[in-house]
């Protein structure tokens, strides 16, 4: 009993010395619908190429960081082992044994052991593992072991089931599945003396760390070769790997050993500070089943698991703190103290302690800063601000969202910025006496102080201010120094503290202050280093990080020269808490917050990004050479392989046909399409945030539409030459026609002058006719007019006999000469008749319009009116009516009023209108 309880505290002796560390490597999984194959993944190795291959069931994978590549065997069987050795991917399947090499961007396959009897007909042998000893391959099955020299075979046949083989140092072990562990010479193999404890056990790795022997197995654990003699690893995680299930095992660089079991995922061991992580599917393994492991040229892990693939970066300068149960929810500000941290998540005040989380009491609700003053954590939380110190959380203040608390580059005092303004702590051995900023009642993000009885205070929203104040704290003046230097876009101003300078950035522009024009000035130095920064966070004098483009820089100030450090976006894309990032520097690293947990960094980490790419190009699925044509309208895409999968891997941009932009590289591959008929040319750069630096380039031509080659050029011709020919032949044709039509048309044209001949004589002779008629008109109009002329005269006769009866007084000398005269000058009734009807057929037209215009009037009325337009007078017209002269001028006056004529109206004036 006493010695089991020796036993017992013993092993607690030592446990407590381990810690199962929580900061765990970056773990990239790849699943089936990555690479499009099966499930298990049996080994994993990378080749000269620098490209990752692993037997995947029934596909050999090929993984050049940009694309993923699937082989079958041409007889379909499941590949359970490879091996690299040179540019050959050796490969173990089921009677099947061979090697793969690349040519034109494929994998081709070599059997060797086509048209060969090598494998017994009742055994169903497979190629478990493929090693290399003595200068020969070795493929192991089973029950065999096939050498190959490169020309022949040599096949051993074992008495036993074996499982696997082992090479360490010039030896090589056979590990039986129940008579225990041999070692091979030749052809001939010995169970070495005291190892009967590895009986009924399986061995899954034998390696050797500092000159000794360690043999891992299944159940059993790990055992370390001690003269001759096996002895239990005496460590409290041997008992732990007991119930895991060991399936591979090595030893890599930095004294670690990596352990990949069955069921609890992988182990990674450090003998330096007798630690060791597990990273299994509570954290970030898709699968706990691990079946291999294998390594790249940067010394990270690539485990091959029961369901998928996984890298794991254990050699990066990043370890990460993962939260995946959701308790902590988005991390806002972290801190590491005795044991752990302490973390301001936006769920509340957390402690992290041995391995477990405990949410400090009454912290619930948005906590946003935690800054350290001696050994004294101060945190900005939603209902007020807290303090920490030793495990206890004392509350200080009710003033609500404590955003950042800054230290003066003056003196001792602390300035923190919080929902309502900026509060003040003068002496920071007492953290719950402040005095608070009078005039500045508003959100405050961002607090800086390097002048006495001054401060920079930026808004939350938009704006800075310059707040003076006395000895007291005092307001005397505060200014809008935003809105005095015209700087329009104010928003999200960020208040950036270098070498005791207050630097100011605004809208992705640095800002100083000048004190003489009371104004913000561009700053040179920065803007000229630093552009398109969209955010900035100060680690300590010498350090601080930068976000640009949406990518991590660290930056290392050395003197006036900035050099720059790529955290590579795979760590945090999608994880960053926009204008929230914060920084605690602990010793010689830096914390720096997540959505889903934070990143421990190394402070002097410097990333030399590899600048040695090799570009493959595909078109239409081939792979095509530097300065190749392809066709138009087709799709290039061009890999970009850095060889590197690991922190190291190059920021990488192109520009194509030397334009102006540089294009980011994504997943380092180049997509494009519709491109130009002519020479193009691709060149790949380098990007460490400040410089590009050429590495590569790729030219290619794009050759002519298939509408504008030789062939369809000289069908063009064919085409244009029988259309001028057909052109040609109807032109002819259509001037013949015209020709024709001319000879036609002037044909009609003579038919037609002949008739307008015709019609213009027969017009002549109208016009004629119509001359002999108005000639005739005017004749008979002379006759009416001498006709009138003789019936005035006549009347005036008839006056003159009437004056000689009045003057004669023979009676009948007189009558007998009145009679006489009487008689003679009679007019004659039918010329009278004569006489109106030749005046009305001169008059016609008159008389036509006079009856419309006036239908009133009667034929005496148009009598008078055709009398008048012949402008005779009322003493010459009296005869002609019959009439007395008085009775002419009252029939005037009565047709005037008809014509509805006024006195100013000339009457035979108006008649000639008409």
Avoid at 118 to 127: A, C, P, T, V, W
Avoid at 369 to 383: A, L, S
Avoid at 814 to 842: D, G, P, R, Y
Avoid at 878 to 886: D, E, K, Q, V
Wanted: glycine residues 4%; positive net charge.
């Amino acid at each position: 009993m006493k010695s089991t309880l020796l036993k017992l505290f013993f092993l607690f002796l030592i446990a407590s010395q381990i810690q199962a560390q929580e900061l765990l490597p970056f773990v990239e999984n790849y699943n089936k619908s990555d690479y499009q194959g099966d499930n298990q993944i049996w080994n994993v190795a990378q080749g000269k190429d620098n490209a990752m291959y692993f037997a995947n069931n029934h596909y050999l994978l090929r993984y050049d960081g940009v694309m993923w590549e699937k082989y079958t065997l041409p007889n379909k069987t499941i590949i359970r082992s490879i091996m690299i050795e040179g540019d050959k991917i050796y490969s173990g399947s089921y009677k099947e044994f061979g090697y793969w090499y690349r040519k034109e961007g494929k994998m081709h396959y070599v059997s060797i052991t086509k048209n060969l009897r090598l494998f017994d007909e009742k055994d169903n042998e497979e190629i478990w593992k493929i090693f290399k000893f003595n200068g020969s391959i070795y493929f192991q099955s089973f029950n065999d072991v096939f050498i190959y020299n490169g020309k022949h075979i040599q096949k051993i046949r074992f008495p036993f089931l074996i499982s696997y083989c082992f090479v360490v140092d010039n030896d090589v072990y056979v590990a039986s599945v129940e008579k225990g562990l041999f070692k091979m010479s030749g052809a001939k193999i010995a169970n070495p003396k005291g190892w009967n404890i590895l009986k009924n056990t399986v061995v899954h790795a034998v390696e050797k760390y500092q000159n000794k022997n360690y043999i891992f197995t299944q159940k059993k654990g790990i055992f370390i070769v001690e003269k001759d003699r096996l002895v239990p690893w005496n460590n409290p995680l041997n008992e732990t790997l007991k119930a895991a299930t060991i399936n591979v095992a090595k030893f890599i660089k930095n004294n670690k050993l990596v352990i990949g079991t069955g069921n609890r995922g992988l182990f990674i061991y450090d003998f330096n500070t007798d630690t060791y992580k597990n990273i299994d599917r509570n954290n970030v393994l898709k699968n706990n089943s691990v079946l291999s492991i294998g390594f790249d040229k940067e010394n990270d892990l690539w485990l091959g698991l029961d369901n998928g693939i996984t890298h794991v970066e254990i050699n990066s300068p990043i370890s990460f703190f993962y939260d995946n149960s959701g308790l902590l929810g988005s991390v806002y500000s972290v801190a590491a103290i005795d044991k752990g941290y302490l973390i301001a998540s936006n769920h509340g005040i957390f402690e992290f302690v041995s391995g477990k989380f405990k949410m400090m009491p009454n912290t619930q609700g948005q906590a946003w800063n935690i800054t350290k003053i001696n050994n004294k954590f101060i945190i900005g939380h939603n209902d007020g601000n807290f303090c920490y110190e030793n495990g206890s959380l004392v509350k200080i203040n009710n003033i609500n969202g404590g955003w950042n608390l800054s230290k003066s580059s003056i003196n001792n005092t602390y300035f923190q910025s919080t929902y309502s303004g900026v509060l003040v702590y003068d002496n920071p051995a007492d953290l719950t006496q402040y005095k608070i900023i009078n005039d500045l009642s508003k959100p405050i993000k961002y607090v800086a102080q390097n002048k006495k009885n001054e401060i920079w205070a930026a808004d939350n929203y938009r704006g800075l201010y310059r707040v003076v104040f006395d000895d007291n704290y005092k307001t005397k003046k505060v200014e809008n120094i935003t809105q005095q230097s015209k700087i329009k876009n104010d928003f999200g101003v960020k208040i950036f503290e270098f070498r005791k300078e207050i630097l100011f950035l605004i809208n992705n522009l640095w800002y100083t202050y000048n004190s003489i024009t009371n104004n913000l000035e561009e700053n040179e130095q920065f803007n000229s280093n630093f552009k398109n920064i969209t955010d900035v966070v100060s680690i300590d004098e010498d350090h601080f990080v930068v976000l640009q483009n949406g990518i991590l820089y660290h930056i290392h100030a050395n003197g006036n020269k900035f050099i720059w450090n790529i955290i590579q976006e795979k760590y945090y894309k999608g994880t960053l808490i926009n204008d929230n990032l914060r920084i605690f520097k602990t010793q010689n690293h830096y914390l720096l917050n997540l959505d889903d947990g934070f990143i421990s960094l190394q402070l002097k980490y410097v990333n030399k990004q590899n600048s040695n790419v090799k570009i493959e190009a595909f078109n239409e699925e081939n792979l095509i050479s530097n300065d190749s044509k392809i066709k138009y309208n087709t799709e290039l895409k061009i890999n970009v392989i850095s060889g590197i999968y690991g922190a190291s891997k190059p920021n990488l941009f192109y520009k194509i046909n030397k334009s102006k932009d540089f294009i980011q590289i994504s997943n380092g591959l180049i997509e494009l399409n519709n491109l130009s008929s002519g020479y193009h040319s691709v060149v790949v750069y380098k990007h460490d945030g400040a410089n590009y630096e050429k590495v590569s380039t790729f030219d290619f031509k794009v050759a002519e539409p298939w509408y504008f080659s030789i062939w369809m050029v000289m069908l063009y011709l064919l085409i244009v030459g029988a259309v001028l020919f057909f052109y040609y032949k109807w032109n002819k044709l259509r001037y013949m026609q015209k020709l024709k039509l001319q000879a036609e048309e002037l044909k009609h044209q003579r038919e037609i002058l002949e008739m307008e001949l015709k019609a213009e004589n027969e017009l002549n002779v109208q016009e004629y006719e119509k001359h002999i008629l108005e000639l005739e008109l005017q004749t008979k109009s002379s006759e009416v007019a001498g006709k009138s002329l003789s019936i005035a005269k006549q009347s005036e006769m008839i006056e003159n006999i009437q004056s000689i009866l009045d003057s004669e007084k023979d009676f009948n000398k007189l009558k007998s000469e009145i009679k006489k005269a009487i008689k003679i000058n009679e007019v004659n009734k039918h010329e009278w008749e004569t006489f109106e009807t030749n005046l009305n057929q001169i008059h016609n037209e008159f008389i036509i319009n006079l009856s419309k215009k006036f239908p009133n009037l009667t034929p005496k009325d148009i009598k008078l009116c055709i009398y008048l337009k012949m402008n005779l007078s009322s003493k010459e017209i009296a005869p002609m009516m019959n009439i007395s002269f008085r009775g002419v001028e009252l029939h005037r006056y009565r047709l005037r009023k008809k014509l509805n004529l006024s006195q100013e109206d000339n009457l035979s004036k108006f008649l000639l209108s008409v």
